[in-house]
């Protein structure tokens, strides 16, 4: 094995691993703050939000079939549609819209 990859995987595995074990060894009582709370709930689907919505409306050559595509994925998701019907409904708005 290369010891430049190593270097490489050992660095990621510690930048990986030390968010997730430091907030374990301090924060030791529960948190009780509502917001800390809300905040520490609402993080991931904030994050998710930021890292795809950029690819949604670059995935196809037309930005406004992945316009149309990601209002229809927004509207059946709020309808608590399935996330594979969300999915696949997107990506047929998209597609017909694409045609036009």
Request: with cysteine.
């Amino acid at each position: 094995m290369n010891m430049y990859l190593f270097v490489c995987v050992l660095v990621m595995a510690i930048c990986t691993y030390l968010p997730r074990m430091l907030p374990l060894t301090f924060f030791r009582k529960e948190i009780t703050s509502p917001f800390i709370q809300s905040l520490l709930f609402y993080v991931p689907y904030a994050v998710l939000s930021a890292l795809t919505f950029p690819s949604i409306l670059y995935a196809t050559n037309n930005i406004y079939s992945a316009i149309v595509g990601c209002i229809v994925a927004i509207y059946f998701a709020y309808k608590d549609k399935g996330l594979v019907f969300v999915a696949i409904v997107a990506m047929l708005s998209s597609y017909v819209v694409s045609l036009l």
